[in-house]
């Protein structure tokens, strides 16, 4: 049955047509070949519409290898300020960092990911934070899978200890538990390579047989 009331395509910029281009005939590479993505943002607040991201911090990489050379810093315009969140990440307005707008940021940060996995600690945070300044600028919601290491370190626990589990893990107890140097804690780029090492060494846990699947390690 022909439908009439065809949705039309929607006049995205290039950028954007780009970015979701690279998920067309997605193949489910091996764990170990997988690109991944730990990223991380400094906020002024918690608060999905009213608050705005002042900093993004991404470090990719492949198997065990984080080339922290090529990792990403962005600091963000800021047009709303929180005096009560600068205790936290010391990001000023009169701060010298280089910044760009919003949209920069986009472009910048979609091409850094590509289509790789994200990883980030209480990753729903950051998705919809993300996904609010998309939508601010009449784009979609980031493709991208996502893994939270919060949830994925209670999976490397094990079972004889599943009642005792914490429901919510803050970054330092990780590494506390992982013994994950705190360097940079509290900046984007300084948790984004934590939350990395954390990532990696959870995954190490939990592929001692070298046979994890993908619907173990995304929740499925």
Known sequence: MISWFKKHKK????????????????KKTPI??????????????????KDRILSIGAVAFVNKTIPVNQSLELYLEQDIFNPDTVKI??????????????????????DYIKNAILVAHHANFDKTMMNEMLSRHGLGKLKNKFIDTGVLFNKSKHKIYQESLKKHYFLDDLCEELNVPKVDRHTANGDALITAIVFLKILSRLDKRKNLKWGYLLGK
């Not at 006049?11 to 997605?26: G, I, M, Q, S």
């Not at 990440?89 to 960092?97: A, G, L, P, Q």
């Open 32 to 49: 170990g070949e997988t690109r991944f993505v730990a990223f991380d943002t400094e906020t002024t607040g918690f608060d999905r519409k």
């Open 89 to 110: 990440h010391e990001i000023m307005k009169s701060s010298d960092f280089e910044k760009i707008t919003e949209l920069e940021a986009i472009k910048v940060f979609l």
């Open 11 to 26: 006049d995205y910029p290039d950028f954007w047509l780009a970015y979701l281009d690279r998920f067309k005939n997605e």
